[in-house]
T-cell receptor, first 110, second 114 residues
């Protein structure tokens, strides 16, 4: 079983602040994905990172894949209440099977 | 285009009863996956269909779980008999291709076994 550990488990910040969520593993993944899940819905893919050291930006969200392809981070700049949700990382070691972290619940207060 | 749909959204059953969950993938998606999240734990892979064939069922907890995808369209996941530890949220996902293709998730079915 490939274990992905996310930290922190919960994060509550004020609107306008920055936040970082971490995803760490002892295993190497061929790619790593970040999802966001809202109550009553399934996870929705935000980004896929493939290359070690890769950095991807999606508006105010910055995703980084570690050089060794074992860890990743999600950084949100100037968080807004609409960023509130459950953020999940998932590693892909073969063509299809996803191994998920337990998730980070982010709350952005107005 | 309709997304992945799951039915029911919630199910509450007693221990020992049978429950059948249904998943309708996105039209044209040959790949269908079942995942489960039990309380406080991460989402875990259960199994993977390509069309009507089971490609990988390594994540199925035990033989009380039976997944089918007759005709390669919708899929059902039956739990018989249900146990307390089966409670959780069951997600279905589908993708167009197997390798590296994005998996689109349904809203999940919340199963509570009392």
């Amino acid at each position: 079983t490939q274990l992905l550990e996310q930290s922190p488990q919960f994060l509550s910040i004020q609107e306008g602040e920055n936040l970082t969520v971490y995803c760490n593993s002892s295993s190497v993944f061929s790619s790593l994905q970040w999802y966001r899940q809202e109550p009553g819905e399934g996870p929705v893919l935000l980004v896929t990172v493939v290359t070690g050291g890769e950095v991807k930006k999606l508006k105010r969200l910055t995703f980084q894949f570690g050089d060794a392809r074992k860890d990743s981070s999600l950084h949100i700049t100037a968080a807004q209440p609409g960023d509130t949700g459950l953020y999940l990382c998932a590693g892909r070691s073969n063509d299809y099977k996803l191994s998920f972290g337990a998730g980070t619940t982010v709350t952005v207060r107005a | 285009e309709a997304g992945v749909t799951q039915f029911p959204s919630h199910s509450v059953i007693e221990k020992g009863q049978t429950v059948t969950l249904r998943c309708d993938p996105i039209s044209g998606h040959d790949n269908l996956y079942w995942y489960r999240r039990v309380m406080g734990k991460e989402i875990k892979f259960l199994l993977h269909f390509v069309k009507e064939s089971k490609q990988d069922e390594s994540g199925m907890p035990n033989n009380r779980f039976l997944a089918e995808r007759t005709g390669g369209t919708y899929s059902t996941l039956k739990v018989q008999p249900a146990e307390l530890e089966d409670s959780g949220v069951y997600f279905c996902a589908s993708s167009q291709e197997t390798g590296g293709s994005e998996q689109y998730f349904g809203p999940g079915t919340r199963l509570t076994v009392t």
